[in-house]
């Protein structure tokens, strides 16, 4: 049973441009989060995406944009990159409802130079 | 805004002894509380939760204590092994609330 999956693992991008990171979900999950996680730091949310709806969002400028498909499975698009925005992106599917365990991937390193 | 935060950012245990990383939380209004463990270059897996209307809850070789009088969750980690070895988070989240607030994570050191 696949676990979510994540692409690209590294990404190097420069400051300006613009990033798509994917994600396929668990088998059996329809809803996919999105966390951004800096160096030595806590994952910090950045939206949830359900029935391919933002169905909340955390405190992130609308340069962080999403989409979920169909199939449940999700990107995550940034655009006008800054320096700051250099963190590693984890995804993470559950099934619905707000107290379901989140499963996370091994996330996108993305690298803004 | 309110967060979710441990009092220890390293914990060294012997090979075989008991663990128990701590975490503080501030929002009295969470009910729903998790830890996770993420070691070097993976994401974050799931360890065990807990609800508010419970003070323990055990797994295999770990136990999660919460104590919402002084708004504190620990994780208890019994005959530590090498792959024990890596950062932990407590997380919580509020029943209506679909984010997890993450503190900044203990690093958990196992000695030989």
């Known amino acids: 049973d696949a676990g979510v999956t994540q692409s690209p693992t590294h990404l190097i991008k420069t400051r300006g441009q613009q990033v798509t990171l994917r994600c396929s979900p668990k088998?059996?999950?329809?809803?996919v989060s999105w966390y951004q996680q800096a160096l030595g730091q806590g994952p910090q949310f950045i939206f949830q995406y359900y029935e391919e709806e933002e169905r909340q969002r955390g405190n992130f400028p609308d340069r962080f944009s999403g989409h979920q498909f169909p199939n449940y499975s999700s990107e995550l698009n940034v655009n006008a990159l800054l320096l700051g925005d250099s963190a590693l992106y984890l995804c993470a599917s559950s099934s619905r409802g707000p107290n379901s365990p989140l499963h996370f991937g091994n996330g996108t390193r993305l690298t803004v130079t | 805004g309110e967060s979710v935060g441990l009092h220890l950012p390293t914990l060294s245990v012997q090979e075989g002894d008991n663990s128990i990383i701590n975490c503080a939380y501030s929002n009295s209004a969470s009910d729903y509380f998790i830890w996770y463990k993420q070691e070097s270059g993976k994401g974050p897996q799931f360890i065990i939760d807990?609800?508010?209307n419970m003070d323990k809850r055990q797994g295999q070789r770990v136990t999660v204590l919460l104590n919402k009088t002084v708004k504190h969750l620990s994780l208890q980690i019994a005959a530590t092994q090498p792959g024990d070895s890596a950062v932990y988070f407590c997380?919580?989240?509020?029943?209506?609330?679909?984010?997890?607030?993450w503190g900044a994570g203990t690093k958990l050191i196992i000695k030989p």
């Open positions: 997380a919580e989240n509020l029943d209506s609330n679909y984010q997890l607030i």
């Open positions: 807990i609800r508010s």
């Open positions: 088998s059996g999950h329809d809803t």
